[in-house]
């Protein structure tokens, strides 16, 4: 495979950002060999409202990324005055990095099996491979899968060492598994829990600082 400049790209609502988010973003570079990874805060999230705002959420994906070069958060599905839809975004990507790039859009193992409910869903295939990181409560089982994401996974899922080219395959990543969410995470601190390392300090600061999910 290719796998010169190629570059991940982790979506989410990230309400908040947390550490199995980062954990899947290093685990993914590290296994795929990427030259970067893309955290792209959803702005306008269409299945769901989340409890901050986009400019919080980004602000603390910034706070998240710190000064580590390899990962950048990246706005401009907060600057889209519209629902954030990933294929528009992998067609803005694949427009400004050009056709020979492989792109990888990272998903956790829920995401993954909730693929058929996305806008235009089948062409994300076009533009990107997908790499699925394991999630805990979330097996990456056919039984779960609905029949046409079945039919998708039969024809595209391979081998890391087996994929070629900058899109159209499903690969299986070996992170490890963290049971952290930003539901848990909000319900901690609604309830004055100690969220302790499951996220970064940094984050935790910028939600007590602006009195976010008390
Ligand atoms: P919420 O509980 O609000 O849904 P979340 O923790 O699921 O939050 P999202 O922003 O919804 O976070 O998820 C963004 C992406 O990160 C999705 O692809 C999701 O599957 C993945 N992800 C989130 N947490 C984990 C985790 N602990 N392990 C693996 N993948 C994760
Ligand atoms: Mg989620």
Redesign the pocket.
Known sequence: MSVGRAIGI??????PI?A??L??ARGAQRQLGLELVLLIPAGIPWQRAPKASAQDRLAMACLAVGSDASLRVDDREVRRNRPSYTLDTLLELRAEWGLEHPLWLV?????FLNLPTWHRWSELFEQAHIAV???PGYAFQEKDMDAVLKNEVDRRLQPLSAVQGPAGAIVLLD?PL???????IRQALHSHRPVGDLLPAAVLDYIESHHLYS
């Not at 998903?107 to 995401?111: N, R």
């Not at 963290?178 to 848990?184: A, H, K, P, V, Y």
């Open positions: 982790v979506g989410g609502t990230f309400d947390h199995g988010h954990s899947m998903l956790g193992a829920d995401a990181a394991c999630r992170t963290l049971d952290i969410s930003s539901t848990g």
